[in-house]
C-alpha cells in the first residue's frame, strides 16, 4: 500500500513555496521523499523552508530558487535549476498565486486586472511549458486554483477569472500532454486561513470562529496547507496515475 503514495528519489518545483499552501505541499512533499526545489520572490521564506526540510532528515532534500512566476525567464531558470541539482524534473506545482485587492470590476484599476492574470493565469502557462521540456520520462503537474474558479465572490471577479483560466488550462493541458505521459490537474482549496488570506481580507485569528459558523462546513473545521498538501501527494503519486484533467475540490464540503 505505501508504495502507491511512495515518490522517494522524484524531483518536485513548488512555487509560492515560502509559506502557507505552497511551504507545506514542498513539506510534504519532501516528507514522501522527493527532493524539492522551493521558488518564491521572498528568498527569506523559501530559504526558511528548504532549511527546515533539511533538518528534518526525515525524505528528501530542498534546494530554494529565487523566482517571479509572472516572468518566462525566471521559469525556465527554475526548471534548470531542478535538473541542474537533482538530475531529473518529475513533478511540478503551480502554487503561487492571489490578490490583495478587492474592487467590483467596473471598478478595478486595469493594472490589477493585468497583474492578476499575470501572476495566476500566466504563470501557469509559463511554468508547464517549463516544466515539460525537462519531464522526459513523463511526469505530474498540479495546479493549484480556487473555489472562486467556479463560486462567484463579489470583489474578486478578477482572481475568480484568472483561476477559472486555470481550470480549462488544466483540461486542456491534460489532452496536449497525455501522450507524453505528462498528467495534469488542478486543486480547488476551500477556506485555508494562511497568512495571505488574512492579509487580502484583513481578519485576525479571533475572526475565524464566527467564520466557521457561518460557513458551516460538514467537516466542522476549515482547512490546512497540510489538508491541501496530501492532495497534491495523491495527484502526483502512483495512487492517482489514471487520474488526469481534473479539478478536485478541497473544501471541507460539496
Not at 4 to 22: C, M, P, S, Y
Not at 62 to 83: I, K
Request: glycine residues 10%; charged residues 20%.
Amino acid at each position: 500500500m505505501t508504495d502507491l503514495f511512495n515518490i522517494e528519489g522524484k524531483v518536485a518545483v513548488v512555487t509560492g513555496a515560502g509559506r502557507g499552501i505552497g511551504e507545506g505541499i514542498a513539506t510534504l512533499l519532501a516528507s514522501a521523499g522527493a527532493n524539492v526545489v522551493c521558488a518564491a520572490r521572498s528568498t527569506d521564506q523559501i530559504d526558511q523552508t528548504a532549511a527546515a526540510i533539511n533538518s528534518s532528515n526525515s525524505g528528501g532534500q530542498a534546494v530554494a530558487q529565487a523566482t517571479d512566476v509572472s516572468r518566462e525567464d525566471d521559469m525556465e531558470a527554475l526548471a534548470q535549476r531542478a535538473v541542474d541539482e537533482f538530475g531529473r524534473l518529475d513533478i511540478w506545482v503551480n502554487n503561487a498565486g492571489g490578490s490583495l485587492v478587492s474592487a467590483p470590476l467596473i471598478e478595478l484599476p486595469l493594472e490589477e486586472w493585468n497583474k492578476t492574470l499575470a501572476v495566476n493565469l500566466t504563470s501557469i502557462f509559463f511554468g508547464v511549458r517549463a516544466a515539460a521540456k525537462h519531464m522526459r520520462d513523463g511526469g505530474s503537474i498540479v495546479n493549484i486554483s480556487s473555489l472562486a474558479s467556479q463560486d462567484p465572490f463579489p470583489g474578486s471577479g478578477h482572481y475568480s477569472a484568472a483561476k477559472a483560466g486555470v481550470n480549462m488550462l488544466t483540461k486542456t493541458l491534460a489532452h496536449e500532454l497525455g501522450p507524453q505521459k505528462i498528467r495534469v490537474n488542478a486543486v480547488l482549496p476551500g477556506f485555508v486561513p494562511t497568512e495571505t488570506v488574512k492579509e487580502a481580507l484583513s481578519m485576525k485569528d479571533e475572526d475565524f470562529g464566527p467564520l466557521l459558523e457561518q460557513l458551516n462546513l460538514p467537516v466542522g473545521r476549515l482547512g490546512t496547507p497540510q489538508d491541501i498538501g496530501s492532495c497534491v501527494l495523491y495527484l502526483v503519486a502512483p495512487a492517482s496515475e489514471w487520474v488526469t484533467g481534473q479539478c478536485l475540490r478541497i473544501a471541507g464540503t460539496v
